[in-house]
């Protein structure tokens, strides 16, 4: 872009500024807004992927790691082609007897083909010597079901302890309500991030998921508020407490 294009402006505070007496606070109002005049130029990013659910959520490995010298180090890989979906590490002796890959929760980790799973154990004992083995093939059997569409849609753009809306949330509910059916069900979540008490956060977010809801006419018992007791990104970061100050909404819609 031209830099003749570009106007910049320097101040203290940001228009709408974090809470100024907290280290979160501080760390969030040292940033750079964009604000255009073209509104297009700002206007929401649309995705379409595939929603990959498993029957199993969880994969349990049993193991009895053992080695006459001290274990050094281990390592368990779960590996699907050339891909390694899923690796548990460690130190020592001391190895839990059970792992659990949650791939509900690892939705990066998640199977991509009916390709077997294979999983290898490799330990280093303390005299440098190595084993490898090689576990049994975990079978996957993948369904694909076209009976329904799901739809996410995410709005970030809540300022610190604000649930108003804004023109640009009226711009996304608008581009919202155009797919909803008649036959869609919505859901909306309201989230905060760590900042504050919890009673207050569960609040809050309540107050931006009924807005969110009464725009989109969606009935009131659609709107739930989850405060900060569920985090959705990291928080130990300014950009990952500003992603939790949302709003999620959900419409699924049958496909004939």
Same mark, same amino acid.
Request: hydrophobic fraction near 30%; glycine fraction near 6%; include cysteine.
């Given at each position: ?16 500024? #974090?809470?100024?007496? +907290?280290?979160?606070?501080?760390? *969030?109002?040292? $940033?750079?807004? =964009?604000?255009?005049? %073209? /509104? ?64 509900? #929760?690892?939705?990066? +980790?998640?199977?991509?083909?009916? *390709?077997?799973? $294979?999983?290898? =154990?490799?330990?280093? %004992? /303390? ?130």
């Amino acid at each position: 872009m031209s830099p003749s294009r570009l106007t910049v402006k320097e101040r203290n505070l940001p228009e709408v500024p #974090s809470n100024t007496a +907290s280290q979160d606070g501080i760390e *969030e109002n040292r $940033r750079v807004e =964009i604000v255009a005049n %073209d /509104k297009s130029i700002l206007e929401p990013l649309f995705f379409t992927d595939t929603t990959r659910t498993s029957s199993a959520p969880i994969v349990r490995f049993n193991q009895n790691i053992r080695s006459e010298a001290g274990v050094q180090r281990w390592d368990i890989i779960a590996r699907q082609g050339n891909k390694d979906l899923k690796t548990f590490s460690g130190s020592g002796s001391d190895v839990e007897s059970s792992l659990d890959w949650n791939l509900g #929760s690892e939705l990066g +980790s998640f199977p991509a083909s009916d *390709e077997p799973i $294979r999983y290898t =154990i490799k330990v280093v %004992d /303390k005299d440098g010597q190595r084993r490898d083995t090689v576990g049994s093939e975990i079978d996957v059997k993948q369904v694909v079901r076209k009976d329904k569409r799901i739809e996410k849609f995410t709005l970030i753009i809540f300022g610190f302890n604000e649930s108003e809306f804004t023109d640009a949330h009226e711009r996304i509910i608008a581009v919202i309500k155009e797919r909803i059916a008649a036959n869609s069900t919505v859901t909306v979540e309201g989230h905060t991030d760590r900042s504050g008490e919890a009673e207050y956060n569960q609040k809050l977010s309540q107050r931006r998921a009924d807005a969110t809801a009464s725009r989109l006419k969606v009935p009131a018992d659609r709107a739930k508020g989850f405060g900060s007791s569920d985090l959705l990104y990291d928080n130990a970061t300014p950009e990952g407490r500003l992603y939790c100050r949302t709003v999620l909404i959900t419409v699924e819609t049958p496909l004939e």
